[in-house]
């Protein structure tokens, strides 16, 4: 997910709890994650923002873990002067509407010791796939996260969470709704990527998102049944 220099310095904590890409906010624009009144790429160069949960800051969120370990169902320790505490890692990101200068609950003293796991679930099947605007080492234009627990060729549970597509990992609860008691079918997981973009909302150049997402979302599906 990195260049080799940042993999031997880097750590899952960090990656997700790193600051958006935004080049507006990386090149220092007094925008909403910079502390300023407007967000720039609403009306600029927004081709990789967010179709969901934008308003009033349009950030995607940059990490490659962070929708896997939702799907996963982590936590994160957590340690600050008050003591630790652990946060799921499904309420550990905050949308721009709740924070617009932060992306997560941490306090600024506040650091992530250790990330955990529940115990493998029985069945259990997993698959992340990645759609890149160029061919290595970049942040994903469109991911999907999926989990499933199957029972044959029946799914009993199922976790689904986009990447690239919002300022959090963005959950898909109706998707899952539809997958679970059912056979995972080449029609279902159509139906699946279809209904994955219910409420998306393009700016005014990342419309191409939207079908992008179906199709990320099916083939994962698929390939996560086995």
């Known amino acids: 997910?990195?260049?080799?220099?940042?993999?031997?310095?880097?750590?899952?904590?960090?990656?997700?709890?790193?600051?958006?890409?935004?080049?507006?906010?990386?090149?220092?624009?007094?925008?909403?994650?910079?502390?300023?009144?407007?967000?720039?790429?609403?009306?600029?160069?927004?081709q990789f923002h967010a179709i969901f949960g934008g308003g009033p800051s349009y950030i995607v969120h940059p990490s490659d873990t962070a929708p896997a370990l939702v799907a996963l169902d982590a936590s994160f320790r957590v340690a600050g002067p008050g003591g630790e505490r652990t946060i799921s890692a499904k309420d550990f990101f905050v949308l721009p509407r709740q924070n617009a200068e932060h992306e997560n609950v941490l306090a600024n003293d506040d650091v992530i010791v250790s990330v955990q796991l529940p115990a493998s679930m029985a069945g259990a099947r997993g698959r992340y796939h990645k759609v890149l605007d160029r061919e290595a080492w970049t942040h994903a234009v469109v991911s999907a996260a999926v989990v499933l627990k199957m029972d044959g060729d029946v799914c009993r549970t199922a976790r689904v969470v986009l990447g690239g597509v919002a300022p959090i990992p963005w959950r898909l609860p109706e998707v899952e709704k539809m997958l679970v008691g059912q056979r995972i079918t080449e029609e279902l997981a159509a139906k699946a990527g279809e209904a994955s973009v219910t409420g998306a909302r393009a700016l005014s150049k990342n419309a191409y998102k939207i079908p992008l997402t179906k199709g990320v979302v099916r083939r994962t599906i698929l390939e996560a049944r086995g």
């Open 1 to 46: 997910m990195a260049t080799p220099q940042i993999r031997n310095v880097g750590t899952i904590a960090g990656n997700v709890a790193q600051r958006p890409w935004c080049w507006y906010y990386r090149n220092g624009f007094p925008c909403y994650k910079a502390g300023g009144k407007q967000c720039f790429s609403f009306a600029g160069e927004n």
